[in-house]
């Protein structure tokens, strides 16, 4: 190899046994195939960074496709493109391996010397995006744990540079702007000059603005599901790739103060709501239409395909943030079941956005009390127990679950004793038995 180096403690120390164990298995089915297998990409760079990456990306040199049958033979979930030779194979736990081969046939690489990588290894590391992405570690029963490093990807890690390939990177797939901003921004890379220049190129040149609206939305996708978008959001700004992408799209320090809030509640929020990640993202892009004109957030609404739940949930968000205001302000008290009343039907993604997008502090605090508290809470008794009471099926008893919700909400039954007394007192005529049971 060009450049190696030893990573067989590293890997005891910084993978778990089971990791360990898998790659193991992995690289002996391929030798077992007369093929070899090579741990790549993200993986690799955040081994050496120190940091868990679950997702594991196999190369294998020789017939990917006969590799994932082998494993499907063994019992294992697969998953395979034939016309790209990629898949995925699915290990307990449950855990997904992807799996690519190696471009040219594997025949022309027999595994004669193990220590002499063939370059068909070295060609599919070079389509990759940059150095620090572009390295791989062997898995292969001799040359186990040795990193194969063609592009200076270990030497960029260490001094923190983030750095295309070649010159053509952003030509060839523009969409690895966003990739670059991303990596530089979590990883806290730096992006190498030279790197920086092509990258503006590729903005001002309009090749962003070329990417297929669906592209652009899974990259923005991406982009806002990391733990912290602001940093990438702003970079972008930086480079101009906002304004090219989104014609008239006006980020300013609004949007900054926006995603920030919104970051910050759903750190603090996230485990008292059911999982959000479905709607989170199309709030993050809230935050960034936030300050444009209706114009602007429909176009970029057609821009991005997106589909009518995704258009709902963010024309909710943007249109509605005023009358929402209107609905849960109010200078005195209001009770929690009139918040809860007026927030029906609003998924708590927009929930959560209109908190951090408004300016008034009491409509903040109640959406916030809403997410935390309100939106959770639910009678004890149930409606068997209403019947149970002796109360007749049909609409009474929904209408009396929600009578009692409100009752519980706003305070005034805390025990289940107290809510069957309760209901007894406001329903009397209506329970024929009371006799419980
Ligand atoms: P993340 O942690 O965000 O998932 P990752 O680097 O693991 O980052 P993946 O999208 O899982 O990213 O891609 C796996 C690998 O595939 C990358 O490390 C990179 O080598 C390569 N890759 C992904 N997308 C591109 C692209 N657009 N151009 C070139 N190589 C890419």
Redesign the pocket.
């Given at each position: 190899y060009p450049w190696q180096e030893d990573l067989t403690d590293l890997m005891v120390r910084r993978l778990s046994e089971e990791t360990n164990d898998l790659l193991r298995r992995l690289g002996r089915m391929a030798e077992s195939l007369s093929m070899r297998a090579y741990a790549?990409?993200?993986?690799v760079?955040?081994l050496l960074l120190g940091r868990t990456?679950l997702?594991l990306?196999i190369v294998i040199e020789g017939d990917g496709v006969a590799f994932m049958k082998a494993w499907e033979r063994e019992g294992y979930r697969v998953s395979v493109h034939e016309r790209f030779r990629t898949g995925m194979i699915v290990f307990p736990g449950p855990r997904k391996v992807?799996v690519a081969t190696a471009r040219r046939e594997f025949y022309e690489f027999p595994v004669a010397q193990p220590t002499v990588a063939s370059d068909s290894l070295k060609h599919d590391?070079y389509?990759?995006?940059?150095t620090v992405?572009?390295m791989a570690i062997a898995l292969g029963e001799r040359d186990w744990g040795t990193l194969v490093d063609y592009f200076g990807g270990r030497r960029d890690l260490r001094r923190g540079f983030l750095k295309v390939l070649h010159n053509l990177?952003f030509v060839?797939?523009p969409?690895?702007v966003f990739?670059a901003v991303?990596?530089e921004q979590?990883l806290k890379l730096k992006m190498e000059e030279n790197t920086v220049r092509l990258l503006t190129s590729c903005v001002r040149g309009g090749l962003l603005s070329l990417l297929s609206g669906l592209r652009v939305k899974s990259e923005v996708e991406?982009l806002f599901h990391e733990a912290l978008p602001l940093p990438a959001i702003r970079r972008l700004r930086e480079f101009g790739a906002w304004e090219v992408l989104f014609p008239g799209l006006a980020v300013d320090s609004r949007t900054d103060r926006v995603v920030r809030r919104l970051t910050v509640f759903f750190r603090r929020l996230h485990r008292d709501l059911p999982p959000l990640e479905a709607s989170l993202w199309l709030v993050y892009l809230a935050s960034l239409l936030f300050g444009s004109d209706e114009a602007v957030q429909r176009s970029v609404m057609d821009r991005l395909h997106l589909t009518p739940a995704e258009r709902h949930v963010l024309s909710l968000a943007l249109f509605s943030l005023g009358a929402a205001e209107n609905d849960l302000g109010g200078r005195g008290e209001r009770r929690p079941s009139e918040i809860c009343r007026a927030l029906t039907g609003v998924p708590l993604a927009v929930c959560l956005f209109w908190a951090a997008a408004t300016e008034r502090q009491r409509i903040r605090r109640r959406l916030l009390l809403f997410l935390t508290r309100w939106h959770k809470v639910r009678p004890m008794l149930t409606g068997r127990d209403i019947l149970d009471l002796g109360y007749r099926r049909g609409p009474l008893v929904g209408k009396i679950l929600d009578a009692l919700l409100t009752a519980r909400l706003d305070g005034s039954v805390e025990t289940r004793e107290e809510e069957i007394q309760w209901v007894l007192d406001t329903y009397p005529g209506a329970a024929p038995d009371t006799e419980r049971k």
């Open positions: 790549v990409g993200g993986f760079r955040d990456n997702d990306d992807d590391l389509r990759r995006d940059f992405n572009a990177s060839e797939d969409t690895r990739r991303r990596l979590r991406i």
